[in-house]
């Protein structure tokens, strides 16, 4: 069982840049054929697909956010991150990491999500 653990700052600034990181344990991010995510839900709104990254590295990026996301991997300490610049106000959320096998979408997991506001 694929357990995920959200971490990082709750208060981040106009004009900063975001950074979060997933823990991993259960499972390994270079497990193959799982794909690694981040997806927000702003207030009141729903879930938003941020982008993702392999278990062999490869990213992808919702075009909406590409310009200002960056997500990496630390297979030493079995986690993956997000970074987010030139965040502002439009950018507070809960953010949540996934995990989901491609292949089979039922082994689809997710950590409980970490609150994010922007705000000087």
């Known amino acids: 069982q694929v357990q995920l653990q959200e971490s990082g700052p709750g208060l981040v600034k106009p004009s900063q840049t975001l950074s979060l990181t997933c823990t991993v344990s259960?499972?390994?991010?270079?497990?193959?054929?799982?794909?690694w995510s981040w997806v927000r839900q702003p207030p009141g709104k729903g879930l938003e697909w941020m982008g993702v990254?392999?278990?062999?590295?490869?990213?992808y990026y919702s075009p909406s956010l590409k310009s200002r996301s960056s997500i990496s991997r630390d297979t030493s300490k079995n986690q993956f991150s997000l970074q987010l610049s030139s965040v502002t106000p439009e950018d507070t959320a809960v953010y949540y990491c996934?995990?989901?096998?491609?292949?089979?979408?039922?082994?689809?997991?997710w950590g409980q999500g970490t609150q994010v506001t922007v705000s000087s």
């Open positions: 996934n995990a989901v096998n491609v292949f089979r979408p039922q082994d689809d997991y």
């Open positions: 990254i392999s278990y062999d590295g490869k990213t």
């Open positions: 259960g499972g390994s991010v270079t497990t193959a054929y799982y794909a």
